[in-house]
């Protein structure tokens, strides 16, 4: 299982438009080599490296599996046409919310995980209650980190 985005690479710099300095838009990702059973996706983001502990940017679960990629921008909202669902990130709003480090770099883990089964989750969940549903579900997870300071 492979992801990446076209806004950078592993280890690079997260462009500004995708961070608190800029618009703060979602940045685009897309991802190949799924495994066989895979019936949906889930994705966090987070950044371990935050003064008061890991920070919670993104959840965003029940990515139907013909989907390959998240285009930029995706909008706060807690359900997307296709069924996809999105939870509360650590601003305490749905749907995406950027780099945003009061110093320093931090590195940004976009960890994408692919599940045996659509989640009986409403949106709105926070990272923990969607890692406490997805327990025994995830066939394979793979992450791509960026990293931004201000």
Avoid at 28 to 49: F, K, M, N, V
Avoid at 66 to 92: A, C, M, S, V, Y
Avoid at 111 to 133: C, H, N, R, S
């Amino acid at each position: 299982m492979k992801i990446t985005s076209n806004a950078f690479r592993e280890g690079e710099m997260i462009p500004r438009k995708h961070t608190c300095d800029g618009p703060d838009l979602s940045p685009q990702l897309a991802w190949a080599d799924l495994p066989e059973r895979t019936e949906s996706l889930a994705l966090i983001c987070d950044d371990p490296d935050a003064p008061s502990g890991t920070w919670v940017h993104w959840v965003i679960f029940n990515v139907p599996f013909g989907t390959r990629e998240l285009p930029e921008g995706i909008p706060g909202e807690e359900e997307l046409p296709d069924g996809t669902r999105q939870g509360r990130n650590d601003f305490r709003r749905i749907g995406y919310g950027g780099p945003c480090p009061p110093g320093g770099t931090h590195r940004y883990y976009f960890k994408l995980y692919a599940l045996d089964t659509i989640l009986d989750k409403e949106a709105g969940a926070t990272k923990d209650e969607l890692l406490e549903v997805m327990e025994g579900h995830v066939i394979s997870s793979v992450s791509l980190m960026g990293r931004y300071s201000l």
